[in-house]
């Protein structure tokens, strides 16, 4: 198939993509692999003008720009690693079909990418570059040298003596007074001994039969000063009932004579 007309195929599928409501895409049966393949390459660029063109959209970790075997010279295409494989997707939307030096870019997915072996003559610095990539190499820090601990020396603050400092000494606080709770007297209940107790509860059962009796007695005077009084009342009360009738029986006798 025609270079151009395999851009243009690539294209189509990305704008339908964006049409579609679908969830998937297209590239997802390449999300096992971060190789694309570069072609229409104009044949001065080299490994590094291709990195620096293609890193925009992530951290290429590897290259393999195909070469003449005899001479040397690129053949305009190319495979390239990327370290995250979603930079393959914004790769292969934005760089395909687009122009470098008068030559249009066809950019597009590798399923399954080996390294070619290395021929007779190919170059140390080829080999190298097959063999550990173009990735950045992270340097491995060094430990810390160990702190020794410092011994910090305070100075002296100097303080100023106030009014308070002054006649603290002639201040006199009144005395409190003393704080009892009511678990000491609990605990002082509970520490008395069992007979002590009952001597207690035998006083307190005497004293009130004594205040029954005493209660008792004076009811009893009552209500014998009562009665007395009453019988008194009904004596009186009889001598003059009978003061009166004498009185009418004289009265009626003086009238018949």
Same mark, same amino acid.
């Given at each position: 198939?025609?270079?151009?007309?395999?851009?243009?195929?690539?294209?189509?599928?990305?704008?339908?993509?964006?049409?579609?409501?679908?969830?998937?895409?297209?590239?997802?049966?390449?999300?096992?692999?971060?190789?694309?393949?570069?072609?229409?390459?104009?044949?001065?660029?080299?490994?590094?003008?291709?990195?620096?063109?293609?890193?925009?959209?992530?951290?290429?970790?590897?290259?393999?720009?195909?070469r003449d075997k005899d001479s040397g010279k690129s053949r305009g295409f190319c495979f390239l690693c990327y370290e995250d494989q979603r930079s393959t997707i914004l790769a292969v939307d934005n760089f395909n079909n687009i122009k470098v030096l008068g030559r249009t870019l066809r950019v597009d997915h590798v399923s399954d990418y080996k390294m070619p072996k290395d021929g007779k003559k190919t170059d140390a610095?080829?080999?190298?570059?097959?063999?550990?990539?173009?990735?950045?190499?992270?340097?491995?820090?060094?430990?810390?040298?160990?702190?020794?601990?410092?011994?910090?020396?305070?100075?002296?603050?100097?303080?100023?003596?106030?009014?308070?400092?002054?006649?603290?000494?002639?201040?006199?606080?009144?005395?409190?007074?003393?704080?009892?709770?009511?678990?000491?007297?609990?605990?002082?209940?509970?520490?008395?001994?069992?007979?002590?107790?009952?001597? !207690? &509860?035998?006083? $307190?059962?005497?004293?009130?039969?004594? *205040? =029954?009796?005493? %209660?008792? +007695?004076?009811?009893?005077?009552?209500?014998?000063?009562?009665?007395?009084?009453?019988?008194?009342?009904?004596?009186?009360?009889?001598? !003059? &009932?009978?003061? $009166?009738?004498?009185?009418?029986?004289? *009265? =009626?006798?003086? %009238?018949? +004579?």
């Amino acid at each position: 198939m025609n270079p151009l007309t395999n851009t243009k195929n690539i294209q189509k599928l990305s704008e339908q993509e964006l049409r579609s409501s679908f969830k998937s895409s297209w590239h997802d049966q390449y999300r096992d692999s971060a190789w694309i393949f570069i072609g229409g390459l104009p044949y001065d660029l080299s490994e590094g003008d291709i990195i620096a063109i293609f890193s925009q959209y992530g951290e290429i970790v590897n290259i393999n720009l195909v070469r003449d075997k005899d001479s040397g010279k690129s053949r305009g295409f190319c495979f390239l690693c990327y370290e995250d494989q979603r930079s393959t997707i914004l790769a292969v939307d934005n760089f395909n079909n687009i122009k470098v030096l008068g030559r249009t870019l066809r950019v597009d997915h590798v399923s399954d990418y080996k390294m070619p072996k290395d021929g007779k003559k190919t170059d140390a610095e080829t080999k190298r570059l097959h063999e550990e990539g173009c990735a950045p190499k992270a340097v491995p820090l060094a430990p810390p040298p160990p702190r020794e601990p410092k011994l910090i020396k305070m100075q002296p603050q100097d303080l100023r003596e106030t009014l308070v400092d002054q006649i603290a000494s002639d201040i006199k606080l009144p005395m409190r007074l003393p704080i009892y709770t009511v678990k000491d007297e609990i605990s002082s209940v509970i520490t008395e001994e069992p007979e002590e107790i009952e001597v !207690k &509860k035998e006083k $307190k059962e005497r004293k009130a039969k004594k *205040e =029954k009796k005493h %209660k008792k +007695k004076k009811k009893r005077q009552r209500s014998d000063s009562s009665d007395s009084s009453s019988s008194d009342s009904d004596s009186k009360h009889k001598r !003059k &009932k009978g003061s $009166k009738s004498n009185d009418n029986g004289d *009265e =009626k006798h003086i %009238k018949y +004579k």
